[in-house]
């Protein structure tokens, strides 16, 4: 199934206080963004909640406010 669209759906009303997230290495570019920005339509995350995105080492990753 499309993760993604789960999460943006969330039909099951889940709220988690930590999400882990694991996907493939070999997923297409922009998975990360399109993935946090479901948890957050979806309503996913509780308040102070936590998200861990696995990615591989060779990726790299800058953060932006």
């Known amino acids: 199934g499309d993760a993604v ?3 943006a759906e969330n039909a099951a009303g ?3 206080d930590i ?3 694991d996907p493939p290495y070999d997923v297409a570019a922009g998975l990360l963004e ?3 920005h ?3 339509t ?7 909640g936590l998200v ?3 990615i591989t ?3 790299g990753f800058v953060a932006s406010a």
């Open 5 to 7: 669209a789960f999460c």
């Open 14 to 16: 889940i709220a988690a």
């Open 19 to 21: 999400i882990i997230v």
């Open 34 to 36: 399109k993935t946090l």
């Open 38 to 40: 479901a948890i957050g």
């Open 42 to 48: 979806g309503h996913m995350l509780k308040p102070n």
């Open 52 to 54: 861990l995105y696995e």
């Open 57 to 59: 080492r060779c990726v």
